[in-house]
Antibody, heavy 120, light 107 residues
Framework: EVQLVESGGGLVKPGGSLRLSCAAS????????MNWVRQAPGKGLEWVSF????????YYTDSVKGRFTISRDNAKNSLYLQMNSLRAEDTAVYYC?????????????WGQGTLVTVSS | DIQMTQSPSSLSASVGDRVTITCQAS??????LNWYQQKPGKAPKLLIY???NLETGVPSRFSGSGSGTDFTFTISSLQPEDIATYYC?????????FGQGTRLEIK
């Protein structure tokens, strides 16, 4: 059974940093691209970042470029999102989602999400 | 960025009704369109990919159609468990974008 489990969310002050993790199991992690998608409270879905299976291709939405860094460790079956210079507008539930191809196409499995709250 | 406009934003229907949601792209995206279902407090679930392909395990009452700029998502006979918010998502270009969502309620 495919499982994606996010962790690392919490309350952080504006300008602060946080590192999210996504632990994958039930599939060959190194063969799949991965994404981070977020959802602000009561709002819709927003794609954040993509990383290909080998980390060769990495993409970000403009609003996080230069502040967020996506990475993965295929030996540990884990995906990460390093978030720096956090802003109030980054407050959201962050989901990791498996992709079927590179470039991004569709997200066939999602984690349960981890809440990031940026507030003073 | 490609803008995805869903309509309606909310919808109330009765069990057994045929329900249709539309998604319009701001430019031609071929068939690069997916549909997701999100129940309250849960992660989204993929229902339809590439505009019309049913994801494995998804009930056949769900279907999708369209190409270019205009797409349709249909539930042929609404069931109580279909209460959710539905999102379209395009992947023609980066950044990937989602529609604003359609909230479906039971009348």
């Amino acid at each position: 059974e495919v499982q994606l489990v996010e962790s690392g969310g919490g309350l952080v002050k504006p300008g602060g940093s946080l590192r999210l993790s996504c632990a994958a199991s039930g599939f060959t992690f190194s063969s799949y691209s991965m994404n981070w998608v977020r959802q602000a409270p009561g709002k819709g879905l927003e794609w954040v970042s993509f990383i290909s299976s080998s980390s060769r291709y990495i993409y970000y939405t403009d609003s996080v470029k230069g502040r967020f860094t996506i990475s993965r460790d295929n030996a540990k079956n884990s995906l990460y999102l390093q978030m720096n210079s956090l802003r109030a507008e980054d407050t959201a539930v962050y989901y990791c989602a498996r992709d079927v191809t590179s470039p991004p196409r569709y997200f066939d499995y999602w984690g349960q999400g981890t809440l990031v709250t940026v507030s003073s | 960025d490609i803008q995805m406009t869903q309509s309606p934003s909310s919808l109330s229907a009765s069990v057994g009704d045929r329900v249709t949601i539309t998604c319009q792209a701001s430019q031609d995206i071929s068939n690069y369109l997916n549909w997701y279902q999100q129940k309250p407090g849960k992660a989204p679930k993929l229902l339809i990919y590439d505009a019309s392909n049913l994801e494995t395990g998804v009930p056949s009452r769900f279907s999708g159609s369209g190409s270019g700029t205009d797409f349709t998502f249909t539930i042929s006979s609404l069931q109580p468990e279909d209460i959710a918010t539905y999102y379209c998502q395009e992947y023609d270009n980066l950044p990937i974008t989602f529609g604003q969502g359609t909230r479906l309620e039971i009348k």
